[in-house]
Structure formats: structure tokens, C-alpha cells
């Protein structure tokens, strides 16, 4: 948001700071501080009806959070969408589900969910991920929301998480199986004739 911001958008940024480490070393008040500067507006998701108007954003984005929702995001998504102008953009980004990690994890015996260890120790409600999606999921998503897919592609938001020797292979290889990179990106279009799926059908 702050980069965009700095590149001249008019930003709004939305979050809880409910996380443990935001309620560390006054990391809440610093970020504060640093939206203010930076010239972001800051809303609490409570607030969202009352403090946006219809048809705002010419872009809303959601980097790495529908995979925390305990809920389905149906309803977060669709009051968002609504403050969307038409022809505004919906852009997305989630942790792949099937990436080629998970893949080898599950066959070798172990687990494509965050370690347990992690959650164990995990103070108060898990704030993790819930819910990881695949491509088909973006497709559904986009058809439930009523959205004209732009873009879906694999992409690569945690290389860091691949030993250095093994990057040129991880490379290589999901090149050729883009499916098998360890994020998704979903880029969706909202029609002037905007109707989603508000129930569902039999």
C-alpha cells in the first residue's frame, strides 16, 4: 500500500492489527505513524460500510488474507466488490494449495498445512491460514463474483523458503508447471452489469 502511495495513488488500507507481533514493542503505534506519513488512510474492517461510499476504488487489493478467513469470503468479498467502480479491478494473491512443496510433502508423509509445532503454540485464535486455494478455486471465485478474469498465474512470493542450491531447479521446473509455483495471482474485472451469485445455485 505505501508503495503505491508513494507512486501518487490515493490509498486506503484496511486491516484488524490483531496479529501477536502487532501488539509488540508499540509496533501498532508505529505503523500508525508511518501510514500518516506516507498520507494512507487507515479503516477498521468493522468500519467499512459506514466509511466508504459505493463505487471508490479503482483497484482493491487482498495480498495473502482470504486464505486467514474462519469464514467463507463471500460476504467480505462481495461488500468490497460493491465498492468497486465498474470496470474497477480485483486483485488477488494466495498461497498455492498444490504447489510443488505441499506435492512432495504429502507423498514423502508429511503435511501441506503450516507445521504443527506453529499452531500448537499458537497464542489465542489461530490467525494462520484456513484455507489455501488452487486455480480452479480462482475460476469459481471469479464466476461466483460475478468477475471477467484479466489474469491467473503462478508466482513466486516465498523463494526464500527454497534451499539456494535448489533454486535453479524450482525455477526450471514450474516454468513448465506453473501450477506448482508456490503462489497465485488472480487479477478480475468487475462488469458494468455487475451481478454476482448471492445464493446459491441448485
Not at 45 to 66: A, T
Not at 72 to 93: A, C, E, H, N, R
Not at 179 to 201: G, H, N
Request: glycine share 4%; net charge negative; proline share 5%.
Amino acid at each position: 500500500t505505501a508503495v503505491a502511495a508513494l507512486l501518487g495513488h490515493d490509498c486506503t488500507a484496511c486491516d484488524d492489527f490483531q496479529d501477536d507481533w502487532h501488539k509488540k514493542s508499540n509496533n501498532n503505534e508505529k505503523i500508525f505513524e508511518f501510514l500518516k506519513k506516507i498520507g494512507i488512510k487507515c479503516i477498521d474492517p468493522g468500519d467499512i460500510r459506514e466509511s466508504c461510499h459505493k463505487s471508490s476504488f479503482d483497484m482493491i487489493m487482498l495480498n495473502d488474507v482470504i486464505e486467514h478467513l474462519h469464514e467463507s469470503p463471500k460476504d467480505i468479498l462481495l461488500l468490497l466488490l460493491s465498492l468497486l467502480k465498474d470496470d474497477g479491478v480485483l486483485f488477488i494473491t494466495v498461497p498455492n494449495a498444490g504447489n510443488i512443496k505441499k506435492r512432495l510433502n504429502l507423498l514423502t508423509g508429511g503435511t501441506n498445512l503450516p507445521s504443527f509445532e506453529a499452531y500448537y503454540w499458537y497464542p489465542g485464535l489461530w490467525r494462520g491460514h484456513i484455507r489455501e486455494y488452487v486455480y480452479n478455486d480462482l475460476i469459481e471465485l471469479s464466476s461466483f463474483l460475478d468477475l471477467d478474469i484479466e489474469l491467473i498465474h503462478g508466482c513466486d512470493h516465498m523463494l526464500e523458503n527454497v534451499p539456494t542450491w535448489l533454486l535453479p531447479l524450482y525455477k526450471f521446473v514450474t516454468r513448465f508447471f506453473p501450477k506448482w509455483k508456490d503462489s497465485w495471482v488472480l487479477v478480475a474485472r468487475k462488469k458494468p452489469d455487475w451481478s454476482p451469485l448471492l445464493t446459491q445455485e441448485n
